[in-house]
Each structure stands twice: as C-alpha cells, then as structure tokens.
C-alpha cells in the first residue's frame, strides 16, 4: 500500500474522491468578472495576479472572491456575466428538457451563480426569476444523471456538460458503484 | 469485496460459511463441526468457515454447495424483483452478500461462476438506483423528517440493505447533505 493511500484511508469515506462544494466555490472564485468599482484603486499586485486600476465608473475585470469582498463592503456594483440571466437559462432549460444529453453551461455554473445570487442579488437583473430558473435547471439535470446512473457498467462511464458541483456531488458513489461492479463482473471465458 | 490485505471488507466478507460434503475421511477433525463424533465421516457434511474452507475444497479433501443466498430460491425472487428481496436477511447481521457472492465465485468452476456474476451484476444495478433515491430523499428531509414515514416497502427495502449497499447509501446521503448545506448558506450567515 502506498504512503499516498495510507493518507488517502485516514479521511472519512466521502471524502477520498471528492472535494467539499465549498472547496470548488474557491477553485471558481478565482475566476475573473467584470464589476463597476465605486472606489479608486491603484493597480495592485496580488499573489494570483495584478488587478486594477479601479477608477470609478469605468469597468474592471478583477477576481470574484474580491469581489463579494468590495460587493460586501458596498463598493463595487457586479455585472453579471453573459450566461447569468433569464433568457439564457431559460433557453438551456427548454434544452434540458427536450434533448436527451446534458445542455451546455459553463463548468462552474452553480458556484458562480450562487455566491453572485448571494452577495449581489440587486445588481442582477430578474434574481428571483434566475434562481428559480437555476433550480429547474438543476432538477432536470440531476433526473438525468440519475438515468446514468441506471446505465452504469463496471468499465466506463460518460457524461458530458455535466458540471463541477453535479461531478462533485456524485463522484463518490458513482466511483463506489463502478468499483464493486468492477468486482462482481467475469469476462466470459476468464480463467 | 477486494482481495487487498489491508481491506477490512475482505476479512468481512469471509465471515461466512460453506456447506462442505466430505470426500475424504479427517481423523481427529469431528470437533470442526461442533459434534461429539471423533473423526469427520466421508459423506458427512459440516459448515466450514471460508478461511478454513479454500484449503479443504482445493485440496479436494470435500465438495460444496452452493450457499443457500445464493440458491435457486433466492435467484428467482431476484429474477422477479431485485428490490423486493431482503440481501441482509441472507447473510446475517452486517453481513455483505455481494462480498460473500464474490468470494463464492472464486471458488466455483467457470460456467457456475458466470452464472453467478450475472445474478450479481443485475441485482447490484437493479438496487442501486433506489438506494440512492432513497439516501438523497434522507439527505433531504434532514435529521428532523428522518424517521418519517415514506411508506412500508421502502422502509423494508432499507432494512434489507447488505453492508455494500449501506455504504453506498452512506456515501450518498453525505454527499447531498454537504450539497444541501452548502446550498442554504450565505454570505451574510458567514460573517
């Protein structure tokens, strides 16, 4: 058994092959959004990178974990970005569920749409529209991952546009299923 | 259900018996079945721990049945409804009758083995999607709705769990609890 399993068995079982969901909303807070700051800053270097100048009102790409930081401390406005409204969730939920494979939204849909519903619901146009948009959304998909749960075998397994948080959320199990499958299956004619 | 040394579910999974026809008389050995008899009889049948059994069976020393979880009873409750059928109750408390299943086609010859992984497989993913179904529904109601009642025949679907399958179940609901947590709280509750 390696040094690396040995750490690997010490954590509690759900999670050796999954990250938490908080972990994946800092893995998708680095990502940048463009916000309209209210406060002057200079350029500033960072260990992730250089952001800035912020001169009120132009705009400024700058991470998202700062931010909710300034959106917090009420001194920026957030945009949302491109696929954060109703008519492009809508769209993608009329795909959903009329096609059979997963619609195509950004990799990290559910922790971006939910920390910026979060922390800057007003700068969002129609939030309460989007959120209950994002839950069908979420719905629909998760009825079918569920059926690709039904087509499981112990060799591989696809499913593609499924998304960080959905992967994380059924990583665990999926992993767990195919290995005891793995297990119970016999090639025909194996010795 | 792996052979790995260091897996405690392998040693689980050997805490079961086989039922051994003796080929060959064993002098000395009656005590093995628990009887006042000196010598264990050819034609004489005693429960014999897997440990002990791989041994006797390989050495040809004695012949032995299929287990009875695994017999032509069980097979066609399963063939009629995998669900319906209690895997605890086959292999006592705690038990894992996919582990025992897995260890008993190791041990059987090619044609009877695949037989076997067949039953295995259909029933595993036959269950499966209702084990997860049933722990995202636990997750769900949260520790207050836990003894809810959701009706007779999953209650008794859940009792009929084996081991492999209460971990799965574990696994799931941890899962879409974090999920759910994560979920419901907010920026603002963090501060």
């Not at chain 1, 997963?102 to 007003?122: G, M, N």
């Not at chain 2, 060959?24 to 721990?49: F, N, T």
């Not at chain 2, 809810?148 to 696994?171: C, K, V, Y």
Request: aromatic share 8%; charged share 25%.
């Amino acid at each position: 058994m390696s040094h690396d399993r040995r750490v690997l068995m010490s954590l509690p079982p759900s999670l050796r092959t999954s990250v938490t969901p908080t972990e994946l909303e800092l893995i998708a807070s680095q990502q940048l959004i463009e916000i309209i700051p209210l406060i002057a800053m200079e350029k500033t270097a960072f260990i992730s990178g250089a952001y800035g100048p912020l001169r009120p009102p132009h705009r400024a790409k700058i991470p998202i974990w700062m931010a909710v930081n300034l959106k917090l401390k009420k001194k920026c406005h957030i945009i949302a970005p491109h696929w954060l409204n109703v008519e492009f969730l809508q769209a993608r939920l009329n795909e959903e569920t009329t096609e059979t494979g997963f619609s195509r939204l950004p990799f990290r849909f559910s922790e971006i749409s939910k920390v910026l519903l979060d922390v800057a619901s007003d700068d969002i146009p129609d939030a309460e529209k989007i959120r209950s948009v994002l839950k069908d959304l979420c719905e629909a998909r998760q009825a079918k991952s569920r059926e690709g749960l039904a087509n499981l075998d112990q060799g591989e397994f696809s499913l593609p546009n499924f998304c960080s948080m959905e992967i994380n959320e059924v990583r665990p199990f999926f992993v767990q299923s195919m290995a005891i499958l793995q297990q119970l299956y016999r090639e025909s004619g194996e010795t | 259900m792996d052979n790995d040394y260091f897996s405690i579910d392998a040693i689980l999974a050997e805490n079961q018996k086989f039922q051994c026809t003796f080929k060959q008389e064993i002098p000395d050995m009656g005590h093995l079945g628990g009887g006042s008899e000196r010598d264990i009889q050819v034609q004489s049948k005693r429960q014999i721990p897997i440990w002990l059994a791989y041994t006797i069976i390989y050495s040809d020393w004695a012949d032995f049945d299929i287990p009875a979880a695994f017999g032509p009873k069980v097979r066609n409750a399963l063939k009629a409804e995998p669900r319906s059928v209690r895997l605890a109750n086959l292999v006592g408390a705690g038990g894992s009758w996919y582990g025992f299943g897995k260890t008993t086609m190791d041990i059987l010859s090619d044609e009877q083995a695949q037989v076997l992984s067949e039953m295995l497989t259909t029933t595993f993913k036959g269950r499966l999607i209702e084990v997860i179904d049933q722990a995202q529904h636990f997750a769900a109601l949260g520790p207050v709705g836990a003894s809810g009642n959701t009706g007779d025949s999953s209650q008794a679907f859940r009792e009929g769990l084996d081991a492999t399958e209460r971990d799965l179940f574990t696994l799931a609901q941890e899962s879409s609890k974090k999920m759910k947590r994560w979920y419901e709280e907010t920026e603002k509750s963090k501060r």
